[in-house]
T-cell receptor
Framework: DQQVKQNSPSLSVQEGRISILNCDYT??????FLWYKKYPAEGPTFLIS?????DKNEDGRFTVFLNKSAKHLSLHIVPSQPGDSAVYFC??????????????FGEGTQLTVNP | EADIYQTPRYLVIGTGKKITLECSQT?????MYWYQQDPGMELHLIHY???????EKGDLSSESTVSRIRTEHFPLTLESARPSHTSQYLC?????????????FGEGSRLTVL
């Protein structure tokens, strides 16, 4: 039972255009949603997050939108740059113990930004 | 810049060998985690720790074991490696009390068992 799903394994966009990466989830108990970026042979790095009580969070070129009724979130990158080429993981957070979090990850989407 | 380190980065070993993947962090984080990832697949939580002398199994069943004797150190051990253990293993830590779920990851250990 996969609770976080990224249906597009890959996405290719032109430099300067918008990249939109999508993610769907099934568990209503998730209270934070995060995007991680991963380059080959490196660990994932945190990119941006959003609380379940918000519908939008923006940080520079990156904006995450959350649609709770549809259990859907998306990451917008604009303008896209070749350095953005990486695997992007969607993750959802649920409480773990008294003060920790358990992250559930999607399968990742390989973004390629062409010059 | 996160200060979490994993060694070895790459390991190729034969079946039946015992291996230990090391993970250390210098941020003083109480919470530490091990994730396993196969190419094109999601990261699966296999172990986590709330703090010293605390270890728990994660969502994905794993034949590996972990220990947490010191706050900064969270090694993962496979007593007898098999080809099915071939995967990437990612160690992570999180800020005590953080509820956002942000994890700091190491660069990973890619294990190949022949």
């Amino acid at each position: 039972d996969q609770q976080v799903k990224q249906n597009s394994p890959s996405l290719s966009v032109q430099e300067g255009r918008i990249s939109i990466l999508n993610c769907d989830y099934t568990n209503s108990m998730f209270d934070y949603f995060l995007w991680y970026k991963k380059y080959p042979a490196e660990g994932p790095t945190f990119l941006i997050s959003i609380s379940s009580i918000k519908d939008k969070n923006e940080d520079g070129r990156f904006t995450v939108f959350l649609n709770k009724s549809a259990k859907h979130l998306s990451l917008h990158i604009v303008p896209s740059q070749p350095g953005d080429s990486a695997v992007y993981f969607c993750a959802a957070s649920a409480p773990l113990g008294t003060s920790g979090s358990r992250l559930t990850f999607g399968e990742g989407t390989q973004l390629t930004v062409n010059p | 810049e996160a200060d979490i380190y994993q060694t070895p980065r790459y390991l190729v070993i034969g079946t039946g060998k015992k291996i230990t993947l090391e993970c250390s962090q210098t941020m003083g984080h109480d919470k530490m985690y091990w994730y396993q990832q196969d190419p094109g697949m999601e990261l699966h939580l296999i172990h986590y720790s709330y703090g010293v002398n605390s270890t728990e199994k994660g969502d994905l069943s794993s034949e590996s074991t972990v220990s947490r004797i010191r706050t900064e150190h969270f090694p993962l051990t496979l007593e007898s490696a098999r080809p099915s253990h071939t995967s990437q293993y990612l160690c992570a830590s999180s800020v005590t009390g953080a509820r956002t779920g942000e994890l700091f990851f190491g660069e990973g250990s890619r294990l190949t068992v022949l």
